[in-house]
């Protein structure tokens, strides 16, 4: 997911799509544990998500 596929959303919609994931990368952080995770990049790439998710909600409360 790219930053300018994000930045269009209005508030409502990035907080249900950071809500979903942190679930998702709740549930990845369980199958590392349990083994049953078989790429561990996801977990990587699931954190740049929400921070770029988080990025664009800190952008909509200051303008």
Known sequence: MKY???K???AVELATM????KVLL???RQKLKTMQLTNPNEIRQ???DIA?????IS???QG
């Open 46 to 48: 699931v954190k740049k």
């Open 4 to 6: 300018t596929e994000i």
């Open 26 to 28: 709740f549930t990845l």
């Open 18 to 21: 950071l809500k979903e994931k």
């Open 59 to 61: 952008v909509l409360k």
């Open 8 to 10: 269009d959303k209005n």
């Open 52 to 56: 770029r998710i988080s990025t664009a």
